[in-house]
């Protein structure tokens, strides 16, 4: 089976890739080049979701079975700022796929976001909630969404949260980078959610491939946390004692953003996306192959 994997350069894409190489053919579409990594890189088509007849030719000439839609505007303040752009990427970009898959009767994953929540339920959002997002991310994640679900039949929608990886810019790095010049780091403590690591989350999505269960799907590590609770583990897990960890709110922050203050996502199925494991033990994996043992 051929696999198109748009977004194949972002973190999530370059683990799926890891993932998926070995028992599929793999065609990766983006904007920017495949990021220096230990493996192969995988055959590399030059494209942008938001140009639609470029996007057909790519079709065209690569004729995939399967479409993962990784590719997104995911910088949250950034949209904040040019909603317009946030829209033409993760609204339109992705009823350009959708359209295309329509027209071919390929099957779609595309990846959302816990973002569609507004963040005002104090337990679990499962997929049977309905959606209310904050920000600008989360509706045009959820446009996306929409488009998905009025025009294909065969699609699932994967939502997640709190990504980091090896091959990408996250949250794990940033903390491990500021703790490298500051005695003392301030992290927000009044938001929860679910840290995931793509490497899992790439694992249990590659279990679609093979299903005809198609709708939304909430996937992510088990358990959940602050940010701050989150910066005191990747601290404690990396051996760094000697630098402080002071909670803030999200208002003390002041990013032009509001953020959801609990999006928890749980799934409500009973499928192999129940079985993710904590995220503490993800994390102390991450960090360890960080290290190299």
């Known amino acids: 089976m051929r696999i198109l994997i748009t977004g194949i350069s972002g973190m999530l894409g370059v683990d ?22 230990s493996f192969s890189a995988p055959s590399l088509h030059k494209g942008d979701i938001i140009n ?10 690569l004729n995939p079975d399967f479409v993962i839609h990784t590719a997104a505007y995911t910088d949250v303040d950034g949209c904040e700022k040019d ?17 295309i898959c ?39 994640k959820l446009a996306g969404e929409n488009h998905i679900r ?25 903390i491990l980078k500021l703790c490298q010049e500051k ?32 709708g939304i799907y909430h ?12 910066a005191r583990e990747i601290l404690k897990l990396s051996g760094m004692r000697g630098v402080k960890v002071k909670p803030i709110t999200s208002k003390e922050l002041n990013r032009p953003a509001l953020r959801p203050q609990f999006s928890v996502l ?14 503490e033990e993800a994390l102390k994996e991450y960090l360890e192959e960080r290290r190299g043992l």
Request: hydrophobic residues 30%.
């Open 102 to 140: 329509q027209k071919k009767n390929i099957p779609l994953v595309y990846v959302s976001t816990d973002f569609v929540f507004d963040g005002k339920k104090n337990y679990p959002y499962t997929e049977l909630d309905e959606p209310h997002p904050l920000n600008v991310y989360g509706r045009s």
């Open 219 to 230: 996937i992510a590590n088990s358990g959940s946390c602050s940010w701050y609770h989150f």
């Open 183 to 214: 005695q003392e780091i301030t992290v927000v403590g009044d938001q929860v959610g679910c840290p995931t690591y793509t490497k899992d989350l790439a694992q249990n999505m590659k279990n679609l491939l093979s299903s005809s269960s198609y």
């Open 83 to 99: 909603p317009h752009g946030a829209h033409r990427v993760n609204a339109l970009g992705t009823r350009n796929i959708a359209l």
């Open 266 to 279: 749980k799934s409500s199925g009973g499928g192999a996306e129940d079985n993710m494991r904590p995220w």
């Open 150 to 174: 009025s025009l294909l039949e065969r699609y699932f929608i994967v939502r997640t949260s709190w990504l980091y990886g090896r091959y990408g810019k996250n949250f794990v790095e940033t």
């Open 52 to 61: 639609l007849p470029g996007l057909k030719a790519v079709f065209l000439k």
């Open 16 to 37: 799926l890739y890891r993932i998926l190489r070995d028992s599929y053919e793999i065609e990766g579409l983006d904007i920017k080049n495949f990021p220096s990594t």
